[in-house]
């Protein structure tokens, strides 16, 4: 079957810088995105990768290795308003975008 | 409008009754899909439609209907609706489902819908 995880919760500190980790196993691989929900509120798109290595936009960068089915979010010079749900989405054989449950980030001062 | 709007924002609704769901996307997008999301689960799938006139099942379409008239508008239909249908509904829109991989999809507020 096909199958997104990512942990359920993470802590961190403002200021600091987390990593949000994301392994998959799909049928096929056209791309893997990363979304952000603010509570109440709908996704929206933070990153893009389809080759292997790391992309960087401002303070988040997004990294992937296609051969071990893995990427991670990271996030540089935490703010409050990070706190949100990140969303881990691989796009399958058929090009439909498959889901994980998400991992709440919880911002402390 | 600017991007994808969704109608109602919220709905209690009685088990059984008929519910239609509007989404509306004026990007010009070929490619529409309803999610539903509920606690402590990813989005799941319910239909897709890739092109106007054309339709598809998701992940979870059971109990629910879609129609694609044109290339805005996306509605989603309860026939009868059942408690298990409680959860928030997300439409979304990408430009195109294969141009070089899977594309960007954009997403509308969201519909809670309460079944009781």
């Known amino acids: 079957g096909q199958n997104i995880d990512q942990p359920t919760e993470m802590t961190a500190t403002e200021g600091a810088i987390v990593q949000i980790n994301c392994t998959y196993q799909t049928s096929g691989f056209n791309g893997l995105f990363w979304y952000q929900q603010h509570a109440g509120e709908a996704p929206t798109f933070l990153s893009y990768?389809?080759l292997d290595g790391l992309e960087e936009k401002g303070r988040f960068s997004s990294f992937l290795s296609r051969s071990k089915g893995y990427s991670y979010l990271l996030l540089k010079e935490l703010q409050m308003k990070d706190s949100a749900s990140y969303l881990c989405a691989v796009g399958d054989s058929n090009y439909q975008l498959i889901w994980g449950a998400g991992t709440k980030l919880i911002i402390k001062p | 409008i600017a991007g994808i709007t969704q109608a109602p924002t919220s709905q209690i609704l009685a088990a059984g009754r008929r519910m239609t769901l509007r989404c509306t996307q004026d990007m010009r997008h070929n490619a529409m899909y309803w999610y539903r999301q509920d606690l402590g689960l990813g989005l799941r799938l319910i239909h897709y439609?890739?092109?106007?006139?054309?339709?598809g099942k998701g992940e979870v379409p059971d109990g629910y209907s879609v129609s694609r008239a044109n290339t805005d508008d996306f509605p989603l239909t309860l026939a009868s609706a059942v408690p298990s249908q409680t959860s928030v509904y997300f439409c979304?829109?990408?430009?195109?489902?294969?141009?070089?991989?899977?594309?960007?999809?954009?997403f509308g507020p969201g519909t809670r819908l309460t079944v009781l």
């Open positions: 979304a829109s990408s430009d195109s489902p294969s141009a070089g991989g899977a594309d960007t999809q954009y």
């Open positions: 439609s890739n092109t106007a006139g054309t339709t």
């Open positions: 990768n389809v």
